[in-house]
């Protein structure tokens, strides 16, 4: 879900996107060609009907781990799922909602793509009745339930799913090894500002061998990661606190071949993952859940996570929401499912055991059992309570719709500066040029919604 891979598709569908945003439904009386019956109320007052849930791999996992409450409490309600990869999913779910039918009566939307969503008049306002989902604000992280507003606060068309609490993996067998601590606090500790981040590259470095992370890139983008490119007027702002010095920080790191200079999410980072090679990511909490399943099962105990080094702050990578399409037949029964899985911290808890993703609903942190539980393959550490002391503590930022292309931005470009020799500033005047190239359609787009909704001032 929250892989690079994951954001380039966003590119992919972007323009389709940005049409829907501006669009309204014009087929809302039309059945939806997958949705199920239209939900009616049986003798007992309960919720009937069949609804279609659409997404994307492993969200299909999360929902059916926590299905059997869901059934216990709408037996009259049945649930079918139509999943695919994010892209498809994406691309199938804006053309339906530009048709008026063939969308899935509850839709998951990934973080990338909600500055698209959020204004369409083709998805459901959850803030009217019967929902009033403004109920729950203060129930969840802040950061993304604001994501889910209309520029102009009257509609909110989308509940959060999951958040990416953003921490530092490192191999602790490799610190050890290296004379370096291993204890969390201690890690973060050393590894607080750049100089601390390039002595344990230098220390972790073997020459051809072993490396500190996949790419010192990611460090940068990092400070972009709530997607906060631009300000209120649609000014690019690049300038945030410790910028040079991370930049220059990942300068001297090419420099001295301290990182592999390879993608995070590519085959060849994934090995040095596991066979220590490669010592260290930094990325959004879920990764845990890759390592345990998919990078390296055997790892217990060779793992730690930290807060974010050199200064950085607490930020999110990734994250999903539910949305009703207006075309849907089956609002009620659609809103059942979304309250029950979302606004709950069991079923919470239970989709997080099952796919590892980390709730956006607070609440459900207060379940000690879990929050509190030792993780073994992180050393016995508390990783969700990490996690979730990070998540509570993220605020709303300004997003757009060229926050998507405008992260995509950051990779090339930097690795394109650290390619051409450029200092630090340089590297960010060479950002931005590229930022507002690959933006300035979007830009208009996004300035005629805010016209459209009179916030506008030339």
């Known amino acids: 879900m929250k892989k690079r891979s994951i954001r380039n598709g966003a590119l992919l569908a972007l323009a389709g996107l940005t049409a829907l945003s501006l669009a309204a439904c014009s087929k809302t009386s039309e059945v939806s060609q997958t949705g199920g019956q239209a939900a009616d109320t049986g003798k007992s007052g309960g919720l009937k009907g069949t609804i279609v849930v659409g997404g994307w791999p492993s969200g299909d996992d999360g929902f059916k781990a926590a299905l059997k409450g869901f059934q216990e409490e709408y037996p009259d309600i049945k649930v079918e799922f139509q999943f695919t990869d994010t ?21 998951m939307v ?20 019967p929902y009033l989902a403004e109920q729950y604000k203060e129930d969840f992280v802040a950061l993304k339930w604001d994501q889910a507003y209309s520029v102009d606060n009257s509609r909110m068309v989308a509940i959060p799913w999951d ?70 007027k649609m000014n690019l702002r690049l300038d945030r606190d410790g910028d040079i010095d991370c930049l220059n920080a990942i300068i001297k790191m090419r420099e001295n071949l301290w990182d592999m200079n390879v993608d995070m999410w590519s085959t060849e980072a994934y090995a040095a993952y596991a066979n220590g090679s490669c010592v260290s990511v930094a990325t959004g909490g879920w990764f845990g859940g890759f390592l345990k399943t998919d990078i390296d099962p055997e790892g217990t105990g060779h793992w730690g996570v930290t807060e974010l080094p050199g200064g950085i702050p607490h930020c999110n990578w990734g994250g999903s929401f539910l949305v009703i399409p207006e075309q849907s037949r089956n609002k009620e029964a659609a809103w059942a499912f979304i309250n029950y899985m979302l606004c709950n911290a069991g079923p ?6 099952a796919v590892d993703y980390f709730p956006a609903y607070t609440p459900a942190y207060d379940d000690n059992a879990i929050y509190e539980v030792k993780d073994e393959y992180f050393s016995g550490q508390k990783t969700k309570a990490l996690w979730a002391s990070i998540s509570e503590d993220l605020e709303p930022v ?35 040029q590229d930022i507002d190239v690959a933006t300035a359609e979007l830009k208009n787009q996004q300035i005629q919604v805010y016209k459209d909704a009179g916030l506008w001032k030339e």
Request: net charge negative.
């Open 87 to 107: 892209t498809s999913h994406h691309q199938a779910l804006a053309t339906s909602l530009a048709a008026g039918s063939g969308a899935p009566d509850v839709a």
């Open 348 to 353: 919470q808890n239970e989709m997080l055991a």
């Open 163 to 232: 958040v990416g609490p953003c921490t530092y993996f490192y191999r602790t067998d490799i610190f050890e090894e290296c004379g370096l601590p291993t204890d969390p606090e201690e890690v973060a500790e050393l590894m607080s500002t750049w100089e601390g981040v390039l002595k344990v590259a230098e220390t972790v470095y073997k020459p051809g061998e072993r490396w500190l992370v996949p790419s010192a890139t990611y460090f940068y983008q990092l400070m972009f990661c709530n997607r906060d490119y631009y300000d209120e």
């Open 110 to 129: 990934e973080g990338a793509y909600i500055a698209q969503y959020r204004d369409s008049k083709a998805l459901t306002n959850l803030l009217e009745e």
């Open 398 to 432: 300004f997003n757009t719709i060229m926050d998507v292309t405008a992260e995509g931005c950051i990779y090339s470009s930097v690795n394109a500066g650290l390619d051409q020799g450029l200092n630090a500033q340089q590297m960010k005047e060479l950002l931005a």
